[in-house]
């Protein structure tokens, strides 16, 4: 379903974000600039098959290894690309503070981009508890690929809110951290949800993963698998 320009954690050069391609649209999960520039090197036809009647990107939270390239998308896709970048803010916060970024900080063209709301797109957003000064401001995504249920978590420190969105068969792309701390999701709490989530027949990847090696083992031990990376 989905594949990743980058799987790292915060700290780590190529962070974490997602892409697909739906409708003529190339979806990013996130836009961190370790991604702009993977993106950038490639080429957008490359990487979405075709040229995309536009580049939707669905925020999760506003840290910076996930809107980091944010801005430089918007540039790059107006003055280059001739592409227009869709934002999809999870709430009117959200808008807010993309709109500040891109408006007053980066000077965006106001015509390179959109910013709009989840309401009627298929996307819909989840409120998870990450960092507690982003609070009311973090949230997961689901939607539906071909029939497909996806659930991406961004960072969260919880699985609770995507549980009623787990439906059978759905593939799960969850944060997972070998560390252990308030605001992320440890390998552990994973763990102890996992033979719920195979009663389910949930397919799940790892992702946003702060120590690799660590956590590939532990994948292979509870059933878990990688994000799958672009091969570039
Ligand atoms: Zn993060
Ligand atoms: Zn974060």
Redesign the pocket.
């Known amino acids: 379903m989905l594949k990743f320009l980058g799987r790292g954690s915060?700290f780590h050069s190529d962070n974490n974000c997602a892409f697909f391609t739906h409708n003529d649209r190339l979806v990013l999960l996130d836009c961190p600039m370790s991604a702009f520039h993977k993106m950038r090197e490639l080429g957008i036809e490359k990487l979405a098959g075709s040229r995309p009647e536009n580049i939707t990107v669905l925020i999760t939270?506003t840290?910076s290894?996930?809107i980091g390239g944010l801005g430089m998308l918007v540039h790059f896709s107006f003055f280059v690309w001739h592409i227009p970048v869709v934002i999809v803010a999870a709430n009117d916060e959200i808008k807010q503070d993309i709109s500040f970024v891109l408006e007053r900080l980066d000077g965006c063209e106001s015509s390179a981009y959109t910013i709009i709301s989840p309401e009627n797109t298929g996307f819909t957003p989840v409120t998870v508890h990450?960092?507690v000064p982003l609070k009311g401001r973090?949230f997961g995504w689901v939607f539906d690929i071909d029939g497909k249920r996806v659930v991406f978590t961004g960072?969260t420190s919880s699985l609770e809110p995507f549980m009623p969105y787990l439906t059978d068969g759905a593939h799960l792309y969850t944060e997972a951290s070998a560390y252990n701390s308030p605001?992320h999701l440890h390998i552990d709490k994973l763990k102890a949800l996992m033979p719920e989530l195979r009663d389910r027949n949930v397919r799940v990847f790892i992702m946003h993963l702060d120590d690799e090696e660590t956590l590939r083992s532990a994948a292979d031990e509870i059933g878990a698998e990688l994000a799958p990376l672009y091969d570039i």
């Open positions: 915060a939270h840290h290894d996930h990450h960092a973090c960072d605001v």
